[in-house]
């Protein structure tokens, strides 16, 4: 049978297109992840909370230990997996990222919205990082010899294929209740900067679930360079501190504090790339004039507030939106080496 294509895209836009299928953005997935990372950092950070808090409290039991390292950037699972032991491994996030959750979903949910099996339908990503192509290869993101996600594209593969901005692909605007719109979801980024914002939408959560109506007042402070951040919080009388660590030099950093002990944080949002996800290898190349620092500004005018509520809509699927990692044995041969 002819495969339907589904096309997901990490944008700000939804529509039906009569040669793409579904055209979606994968905001739905970041939200998820967001909610799940909440409950995690929640379960880890458990002993801390102060007993005048009501319990039980919404959390993910993943037994990962603090402090959690961000799993979204293939880049930096991949030299993870590579180089470090269980000492490392151990710390990191076991939800997916959002590209892997969202091909979970597009395989089950859209799938039963179009009647067709799961082998049928086609999912297309486009991500700023050509890592996401080894992301989606992973042998845990494929079932019964059907990768969730089919194929990747970075901006830079997807602009060549379909040309400049003025001259877009025509999709027309229609609502998402074919498809996922029972779920609540936004198609507006999130705040937290070009990364996904991992650190500050899953503090927000935290605050959801700890019924924290206050505002968190959350500022980052620059500390040995702009892509080492820190921030310290108080939720509900319980303290948490949270880093972003961008670029290899300041990730080795942080792991070295580990391995000593004299890591302090609760959690780390880490991406491989100086600059982040917006300075990624598979990026659109900037034009001359074009600073990255303004990039970033135009990116956190698009987004929105957290959205809160998005796990409840996948809750029987909960344990399939979480995966693990393991130390990957060397080999003589680079040529050889599984990712």
């Excluded at 909440?38 to 950070?45: F, N, Q």
């Excluded at 000492?87 to 091909?103: E, F, K, N, T, Y």
């Excluded at 209740?177 to 500050?200: I, Y």
Aim: glycine content about 10%; aromatic content about 8%; proline content about 4%.
């Amino acid at each position: 049978k002819k495969k339907k294509k589904v096309l997901c895209v990490d944008t700000i836009s939804s529509g039906i297109n009569a040669e793409y299928g579904y055209v979606f953005s994968s905001v739905e997935g970041s939200e998820i992840c967001h909610e799940l990372g909440g409950r995690e950092l929640l379960a880890s950070c458990s002993a801390k909370l102060p007993d005048t808090l009501q319990k039980p409290l919404p959390s993910l039991e993943t037994n990962v230990k603090k402090p959690i390292l961000a799993s979204a950037c293939p880049g930096w699972i991949c030299y993870a997996e590579k180089t470090q032991g269980s000492a490392i491994l151990d710390h990191i996030s076991r939800v997916r990222s959002p590209q892997s959750i969202m091909g979970a979903l597009v395989k089950t949910t859209v799938a039963e919205q179009a009647h067709v099996q799961f082998s049928q339908v086609y999912h297309v990503t486009i991500m700023p990082c050509y890592d996401k192509k080894l992301e989606a290869s992973r042998a845990d993101f494929v079932s019964e010899g059907v990768p969730e996600t089919d194929l990747v594209l970075s901006t830079a593969e997807a602009f060549d294929l379909w040309g400049s901005p003025s001259e877009p692909c025509e999709t027309d605007p229609v609502s998402f209740d074919s498809v996922l719109s029972d779920r609540g979801f936004p198609f507006k980024t999130p705040h937290g900067g070009g990364s996904g914002g991992f650190a500050e939408q899953i503090l927000h959560h935290v605050a959801h679930i700890l019924h924290h109506t206050a505002p968190l007042n959350l500022t980052f402070n620059q500390l040995r360079n702009k892509d080492l951040l820190e921030a310290t919080v108080n939720i509900a009388g319980t303290e948490f501190k949270v880093a972003k660590a961008y670029g290899f030099r300041n990730i080795q950093n942080i792991i070295q504090k580990m391995k000593h002990g004299r890591c302090r944080y609760d959690y780390v949002e880490l991406m491989a790339c100086p600059g982040g996800c917006l300075n990624g290898g598979g990026q659109i190349k900037l034009g001359d004039g074009v600073e990255l620092e303004k990039l970033g500004e135009i990116y956190e005018e698009m987004g929105s507030g957290v959205v809160v509520g998005q796990v409840e809509g996948v809750i029987g699927q909960q344990g399939t939106l979480l995966t693990g990692y393991k130390a990957v044995e060397k080999t003589a041969s680079a040529l050889s080496t599984q990712w």
